[in-house]
């Protein structure tokens, strides 16, 4: 059975291309699985049924109840086996009828303009670190600005080469993305003199990666997690909020929609597959939806004529509370264009 998880990660990495993360997870899911069957007296694929497969769901529910904790996991089981029987491990799947449980789509947090101003000006601040290496400011601000005014994953952002950024054409190319797919991201005018500022104080040397440590090799994910969580707990933007560098991906999308970007525009600089998983990335507030109301264009008034208006009340037959309720309507864009319809 582990030889068949072998030849599947491998499989992974190179027909699908899926990303490092995956891989792991789907690794770490299968050999789980195959670790409980052989606990049970299964010793080969062969022996494998539907009902062992549940069994181990329902084992596995208890230490990870998160509905997309058990959704990744029975997403790793469907392609294990799906490969067995393409690669003449097994005759049947048995992992063919699980269904993947619903997820709840919950709208991500995202912070604030007050919020992202007081985070990204944390890494200048005096006080916040105790021991502060060179170099360290510069880099975490660039850092911090380029999550929120990217649009970058984290795999992606600390998977950046010096060689990736062109300054001179304002772009960034992105090469180690989700899925093994490339994309360009357009550079922030703000962000030039945050590179100015982070490429004088970079350590030289052979790395050709654009973060460094300390000790001048590539940034690792566990530093620049633990970073991000004293930073925001710095700026106190984490009492009520869960936040992550993910979160900062949020605030792009939803930014760019703000500022009149379509979908299919923040589905190429986020470096979607599908259009569906962008839909999650918009936020939308009552301050947006009153907006959006307000810019429809009503009927001019050529377009209606005085018998289809129905006729306006004289005051005097109009108690005071729907006079106070017509004085202000009359606040209201559209009354004017009532008005003139009236008077035609």
């Not at 290496?133 to 380029?146: N, T, Y």
């Not at 703000?190 to 001048?216: I, K, N, S, T």
């Not at 986020?270 to 109301?293: C, E, F, I, P």
Request: charged share 30%; proline share 6%.
């Amino acid at each position: 059975m582990f030889n068949a998880l072998s030849d599947f990660i491998i499989y992974c990495r190179i027909e699908r291309r899926l990303s490092e993360l995956t891989c792991k997870a789907y690794e770490r899911d299968v050999r789980t699985c195959i670790e409980f069957l052989r606990s049970q007296g299964i010793s080969a694929l062969v022996e494998i049924r539907t009902s062992d497969l549940r069994r181990f769901l329902a084992e596995e529910a208890t230490h990870r109840p998160a509905p997309s904790s058990q959704a990744r996991t029975i997403a790793a089981l469907r392609c294990f086996f799906r490969f067995c029987v393409e690669s003449d491990y097994l005759e049947r799947d048995p992992a063919h009828v699980l269904r993947t449980p619903k997820k709840r789509e919950a709208l991500p947090d995202v912070l604030d303009r007050r919020e992202l101003s007081r985070l990204l000006d944390m890494p200048g601040k005096e006080g916040v670190w105790e021991r502060v290496h060179a170099g360290k400011i510069e880099r975490d601000r660039l850092l911090l600005a380029l999550f929120a005014y990217g649009g970058l994953r984290r795999s992606e952002l600390l998977g950046l080469d010096c060689d990736d950024v062109d300054l001179d054409r304002r772009l960034i190319r992105v090469r180690n993305a989700k899925g093994g797919r490339q994309r360009v991201v357009p550079i922030h005018p703000g962000l030039v003199p945050l590179f100015l500022d982070y490429a004088r104080v970079r350590p030289e040397g052979p790395e050709p990666a654009l973060f460094l440590g300390v000790l001048g090799r590539r940034l690792s994910p566990t530093i620049m997690a633990l970073a991000f969580r004293h930073y925001a707990a710095a700026a106190g933007v984490d009492k009520r909020k869960k936040i992550t560098p993910h979160t900062l991906r949020h605030v792009f999308a939803t930014e760019l929609l703000s500022a009149g970007a379509n979908l299919r525009q923040i589905q190429e600089l986020l470096g979607h597959k599908h259009l569906d998983s962008t839909q999650r990335y918009t936020r939308v507030n009552a301050h947006q939806l009153r907006g959006a109301v307000r810019r429809l264009r009503f009927p001019s008034a050529t377009q209606a004529s005085p018998s289809e208006l129905p006729a306006a009340p004289s005051a005097a037959t109009r108690p005071a509370r729907t006079l106070r309720k017509a004085a202000i309507s009359d606040q209201w864009p559209g009354a004017a264009v009532f008005r003139q319809a009236q008077q035609v």
